[in-house]
């Protein structure tokens, strides 16, 4: 299997690169813009082929695409590979607005490939072994009666748009578990900011409740402090995770401590080498369930909605 990695940023060099070129049975190519980034990581990884222009790949024999740019760039390369038959990943957001990422999806929809979402949120192996429900994979008795995700910042309100999408996307997303909530069944709240002569988004919050489940998605990147904390209820039993290694469970009035192996790599920790395995299965099968498109194009509109109640 050959597939090319498209910029190699921050994100690319500190969350995927170590995860991906550690894959067995997969040879990379790499691509970016700047040929003394890409010497050196192609020097570093052993990587045999690289390029400093996308277009050149539709030649290079490639079987998939990693696209790790700036969120501007998404729509073009997605839909310049997506034209050229190739399965296609693409790092949160897909876009900046639901119409292009509806376009983009219709678009594989008619090549018949998947376009998949680098969401490694959805893959934490904490929450996956201690949250049931949290997933369709596994299976339970025991109802979800609450899902509260906060992701805060330290003093960086911003411009709404890019906020929801480049920020906010990530608890939205992990609390859209169905992916079918109406955009108008939400409930929004959220805070302003005037800093330098603007008017920035400092703090959203959004809540909806399908059936007997409540699910709250809260940022203040007015914060003292950058955390992330995920909370879960049950009947008569509670979760609370402070970090992707640890955190507690209350049942019978009494905390059980709960944390990851020893030494399980950081990266696993977050997801990233479970998203990894999904996506280069996703590849060999060429195929992408159905519910996973709809709960990523869901997630964008669900950004969209919530950019148009903050104006």
């Known amino acids: 299997m050959k597939i090319a990695l498209i910029g190699l940023g921050d994100i690319a060099v500190k969350a995927h690169l170590p995860v991906l070129t550690q894959m067995e049975n997969v040879e990379w190519v790499f691509c970016t813009r700047n040929p003394e980034r890409l010497q050196q990581l192609a020097r570093k990884y052993h990587i045999k082929e690289s390029y400093t222009d996308y277009r050149e790949l539709a030649k290079a024999g490639i079987d998939a695409v990693m696209i790790h740019c700036a969120t501007s ?3 073009m390369l997605a839909e310049f590979f997506l034209k050229l038959g190739l399965p296609v990943f693409v790092d949160k957001p897909l876009a900046d607005s639901y119409d292009q990422c509806e376009r983009l999806y219709e678009l594989a929809e008619s090549q018949q490939v998947p376009l998949f979402m680098g969401f490694n949120r959805r893959y934490i192996p904490l929450y996956q072994q201690h949250l049931p429900g949290l997933t369709s994979d596994i299976p339970t008795t025991l109802p979800l009666l609450s899902l509260r995700w906060e992701k ?5 309100p911003g411009e709404a748009r890019t906020f929801i999408f480049d920020d906010f996307i990530h608890p939205l997303d992990s609390i859209n578990l169905n992916g079918s909530i109406a955009p108008d069944d939400t409930f929004v709240t959220s805070q302003f900011v005037q800093s ?14 399908q059936g007997q489940t409540l699910f709250h998605a809260s940022m203040n990147r007015q914060h003292g402090s950058t955390m992330e904390t995920v909370s879960a209820n049950y009947q008569n039993a509670s979760y609370r995770f402070d970090s992707f290694t640890e955190g507690s469970c209350w049942r019978g009035n009494k905390e059980e401590r709960l944390r990851l192996a020893d030494w399980t ?6 997801g990233f080498h479970a998203m990894a395995e999904h996506w280069l299965q996703v590849v060999s099968t060429g195929k992408q369930a159905l519910s996973l498109t709809q709960r990523n194009l869901h997630s964008h509109l669900l950004a969209e909605h919530l950019v148009n109640q903050v104006k």
């Open 73 to 75: 760039s998404h729509p």
């Open 152 to 156: 805060h910042r330290h003093d960086l």
């Open 196 to 209: 330098g002569g603007q008017r920035l988004l400092g703090r959203l919050d959004v809540q909806w409740q």
């Open 265 to 270: 790599p950081m990266l696993a920790a977050k």
